[in-house]
């Protein structure tokens, strides 16, 4: 990367035009992120016909923008009402919203944005720097490497299920399971779809995601109090916001507390999201189980602590950016919006490409600058955000369960426009209202469910290029470094177990701190 | 039924309108009067969504109401195609169908036939092209069916799942070479980009899909795209062999991109979005917008695109039966 | 609801052994070791695994209750509110084609809020406001597709 390079992409980003795009991207995509249930690929999908009008740059500047603060305004419901925005975020809704239970909001959301921000300035950095480069490497992944990825990423879920792993287990299992619903890649046949039409389709996450967490909450909280409450009642359930805070008020403090958090996370979150796939979704579980498991105080993850809420999110909007360099090298999309994107830059007359960045580089710069503009924009408007956040917080408990039930409806049956959503979105909320009062936790049905399909597909995949043959596994290089690498850290983990479960005078009994 | 009365006459129309809107009915010869819905049975940032909004957007300017894109997606298309041909036939839910429409039947998947559909027009029509690794041991399509000829099971190909149309076009095209089509392994994938990535990684041999997704790996020097799967050139690619030309086949699946509504849907209707349809093609701009993504401009009237499909889903069966894929 | 592990570890083997049965008769693809049956198999036997698991740690505790329904503390008006938030949903669903979205939202919203405990005046301007304004953002703005029933054509 040439200074004239920079220099020739900074001017560009700085015109009015891109500035308004991306400050318009930015109003929008933190309006659809907050909304419960609307995902930033609707957000993105919406945008395109409004691309077709305008130049490559603000177009692709637009686009930008609206994901990077939808993703990460996802976070606001997912910290006030327990609805997380994407699955990403579902590694760490728990957390965030013991946070506000205990009246610690503020300071939860300005977490959320501040190392969101954090973590999207220096992933887009970083960027900068080894784009091209992280794009080689990243298209020598094949399948073989994509599932030990996956089994990664399922070993998260051990260090995020609490203290009693066969119920977190039970979880993941029961997530994967309903992930194989539908019609399988392999035969083409229907499989486990009792010969209904809508299950063909399978299930996806988001009506899932909704049920098991915001509705089965809702649930809990009117079955737990015994009388009818009268108007002006205090919410016990969803404590207002006592410690008046300002937003980002100490998070320096924090920063300089968990630094080490803070670079894991941005570091992890910029590497695996440049995976093709599977990137995104996994970086900010992963983070959050490497958090817990190199935290001095492990003990206190799940029930409010900021530590690993830092990691994960920072690691989150890192992979957001380097989400795009498959894409923009190799015209590669890892994700729905980055399909989007590549779509609209392709409309522009700009094919992504190595070429792009040998004959035109201040194109792709100029991108990444605009990720750049993007997430400084998440301190002002974040700031804005979180102080009108409070004021859902100051609302009513009999407005705001009504007002919730609806979002949930709508949001469940928006995914995929029918009434389908809506049924799976109640069953899974019976499901995790269940399960929570016997002890499971919610978190790894959503990992299983996310991560049972990648692990499927790239296991099915390999076998067949190798015959069958599963040492075929350790065969390429990078995939045995992988393949001994998480076996160690099973051997690891199974034998530090035994170790704890050897050493006398363990309670045995399964932690029920979150049943309450 | 509305539209079988239709048919006999303005007469009848008149009297059908005037019944319609003494029972507070929409009135049909203003349709529309309302927001319509274009099902995508794809997922947003596809190929087929992007020609659908592009196309939904250009209705939307000439009707002067909404076209709302809705993705219903899941089951290889299966789900979307279905809810295309059970809406309400009142004109008001539309359907972006693919060649995948004219599949599930012979696979044994319930839910819809081609029979099930009011044709309105194609719009697009690109044919699928094999493409290679860069560092392959052969530059050519001759070359690599030798390969798959001389020594089964060295050649793994990708592309789609198992009985998606990529994986038929290429099996289907070694079926014509009287090649047992186990000879080549295929890998069964969620679609076109982790095939592609296959690819490039060195995993896989071959990937057949449309040349425009492949392009930009072409590009980086990663791939190569060999030869279209197709008995035409295509207008976009006029350097591309076809496998026809190479191996004097006769094989040509060629997925479509076209407009559907339910069986049912007033003919006047119909009659007015394949006239827009036919409008929105000739449309510099809208070709332009084609182009640019890789996607062929190719119109053809409802009778027309009616006989393609029958015809492409006869010979789609016939290949599905033959390569043991038909239920 | 409660359930004591020792009920509950035999109930998640048995549905780790029929989630088994139903893989088992999945279709295979010829030539190919691996198939659609692999990872609901392995689902099931590690269900089945777990199930034992939590029978094991459930009969060191025999005293407890099978069940327990002691977390069912709604009474009177709260307890129908609970209900409603799930069996209004589930009316919702039924009378979301035919009445529409602004009526049956509003109706729902309306009956959660009374059951709530929520003042008149409340919910007679908060309910009809929250459920048009998101059916203007939905249908609007963001070109959600909701149907408008019975007010097809009044509403903008």
């Avoid at chain 1, 989150?316 to 950016?321: D, E, K, P, V």
């Avoid at chain 3, 094991?56 to 069912?72: K, M, T």
């Amino acid at each position: 990367m040439s200074p004239a390079t920079l220099l020739e992409s900074l001017g560009m980003v700085l015109q009015v035009q891109v500035l308004l795009a991306i400050l318009g991207g930015a109003v929008y995509g933190l309006f659809i992120g907050a909304l419960p249930g609307l995902t930033a690929t609707m957000a993105t999908a919406l945008l395109v016909p409004l691309t077709f009008y305008m130049a490559p740059l603000p177009a692709i500047a637009l686009i930008v923008s609206s994901t990077a603060m939808a993703i990460t305004a996802g976070d606001i419901p997912g910290a006030l009402l327990r609805i997380p925005g994407t699955p990403a975020s579902a590694a760490y809704t728990e957390e965030s919203y013991a946070m506000t239970r205990r009246g610690d909001a503020v300071r939860a959301l300005s977490i959320g944005f501040f190392f969101s921000a954090l973590g999207g300035l220096i992933g887009a950095g970083a960027l900068l720097v080894t784009g091209p480069l992280l794009a080689r490497v990243s298209l020598n992944f094949s399948s073989f490497e994509f599932f030990w990825l996956a089994v990664l990423g399922l070993l998260a879920c051990a260090l995020v299920s609490g203290s009693n792993p066969v119920k977190g287990g039970v979880s993941l299992v029961l997530g994967v399971l309903v992930s194989t619903v539908g019609l399988d890649i392999t035969t083409g046949q229907p499989r486990f779809t009792f010969g209904s039409l809508e299950l063909m389709g399978g299930v996806s996450f988001i009506p899932v995601m909704i049920g098991m967490f915001a509705f089965s909450e809702i649930l809990r909280g009117l079955s737990a109090k015994d009388d009818t409450p009268r108007p002006g009642d205090g919410d016990g359930d969803r404590p207002a916001d006592t410690r008046s805070q300002r937003p980002f008020q100490g998070i320096w403090g924090l920063f300089r507390r968990y630094p080490l958090s803070v670079l894991r996370g941005t570091s992890l979150g910029a590497s695996l999201g440049a995976l093709p796939g599977v990137g995104g979704d996994l970086a900010a579980w992963i983070a959050y189980g490497v958090s817990a498991r190199f935290s001095k105080t492990p003990e206190r993850f799940g029930k409010g602590h900021e530590e690993g809420l830092i990691e994960a999110t920072s690691a989150n909007n890192a992979g957001l950016s380097s989400a795009w360099i498959p894409a923009l090298v190799f015209g590669i999309p890892g994700d729905a919006v980055t399909a989007i994107a590549v779509g609209v830059l392709y409309m522009k007359g700009v094919a992504p490409g190595p070429r792009l960045f040998a004959e035109n580089p201040t194109m792709p710069t100029a991108i990444i600058l605009c990720f750049f503009v993007a997430n400084l924009l998440l301190f002002p408007l974040g700031y804005v955000a979180i102080r009108a956040a409070r004021l859902v917080l100051a609302v009513p408990r009999n407005v705001i369960v009504p007002m919730i039930l609806i979002c949930c409806f709508l949001g469940s049956f928006a995914i995929n426009n029918t009434l389908f959503g809506v049924a799976i979105m109640l069953v899974a909320g019976l499901a995790g209202y269940l399960m929570e009062r016997n002890g499971f936790p919610i978190a790894p049905v959503i990992l299983g469910l996310v991560l049972g399909p990648v692990l499927e597909s790239n296991f099915i995949m390999s076998m067949q290029i190798a015959r069958g043959d599963l040492a075929g596994f350790f065969d390429r290089p990078v995939s045995a470094v992988l393949g001994v690498f998480v076996i160690a850290v099973i051997a690891l983990t199974i034998l530090s177990r035994i170790r704890k479960a050897l050493r006398p005078g363990r309670a045995d009994r399964p932690d029920t701190s979150y049943i309450q | 039924m509305i539209h079988e009365g239709m048919s006999r006459g303005r007469r009848a129309l008149c009297l059908a309108g005037i019944a319609l809107a003494a029972t507070a009915g929409p009135a049909l010869a203003d349709w529309p009067e309302k927001a319509v819905t274009v099902i995508v049975p794809w997922s947003a940032g596809g190929g087929t969504d992007a020609t659908a909004r592009a196309v939904a957007s250009e209705l939307e300017e000439k009707f002067g109401q909404p076209f709302n894109v809705v993705n219903r997606t899941g089951g290889g298309g299966l789900v979307g195609h279905s809810a295309i041909a059970q809406a309400p036939a009142d004109g008001y839910t539309l359907g972006v169908i693919t060649i995948e429409s004219t599949m599930f039947q012979a696979q044994g998947l319930p839910g819809v036939t081609p029979a099930d559909y009011t044709y309105i027009g194609r719009f697009n029509a690109d044919p699928i092209a094999i493409n290679i690794a860069a560092d392959a041991g052969y530059d050519d399509a001759e070359g690599l069916i030798e390969t798959v000829r001389a020594d089964p099971g060295a050649v793994a190909a990708s592309g789609a799942n198992r009985g998606g149309l990529s994986h038929l076009a290429w099996i289907g095209l070694l079926d014509k070479l009287d090649i047992d089509p186990a000879a080549a392994t295929w890998v069964a994938s969620d679609g076109s980009a982790p095939a592609l990535q296959q690819l490039a990684s060195g995993a896989i041999d071959v990937v057949s899909t449309s040349p425009a997704e492949a392009q930009s790996l072409v590009d980086a020097g990663e791939a190569r795209t060999v030869a279209l799967i197709s008995s035409e050139r295509s207008a976009l690619y006029p350097d591309l062999p076809t496998t026809t030309e190479i191996f004097g086949t006769d094989w040509s699946p060629l997925p479509f991109r076209g407009l559907a509504a339910p069986k049912g849907v007033p003919e006047d209707i119909v009659g007015k979005v394949e006239t827009a349809l036919k409008e929105i093609t000739e449309d510099p701009d809208f070709q332009a917008f084609m182009a640019s993504r890789g996607f062929s401009v190719a119109y053809q009237d409802a009778a027309t695109f009616e006989a393609t499909v029958t015809s492409s889903s006869e010979g789609l069966a016939a290949a599905m039966t033959s390569a043991g894929l038909a239920q | 609801m409660r359930i004591a592990d020792r009920l509950l570890g035999p109930v998640l083997a048995l549905f780790g052994l029929f989630v088994i049965w139903e893989a088992h008769k999945l279709p295979a693809v010829p030539g190919v070791r691996f198939g659609a049956d692999l990872l609901p198999t392995g689902a099931g036997v590690l269900l089945v695994l777990f199930g034992g698991l939590i029978l094991l740690s459930g009969l060191r505790q025999p005293q407890e209750a099978l069940l327990h329904l002691d977390d069912w503390k709604a009474r009177g008006l709260n307890g129908v509110a609970a209900l409603w938030a799930f069996g209004g949903l589930l009316l919702g669903m039924v009378l979301f084609e035919p009445l529409g979205f602004p009526l049956t939202g509003i109706l729902f919203m309306a009956g959660m809020m009374a059951l709530m405990g929520a003042r008149a005046a409340v919910i007679v301007t908060v309910a009809p406001i929250f459920v048009l304004l998101l059916h203007y953002v939905f249908s609007g703005l963001l070109k959600v597709s909701l149907p408008a029933g019975v007010l097809d054509g009044v509403l903008p």
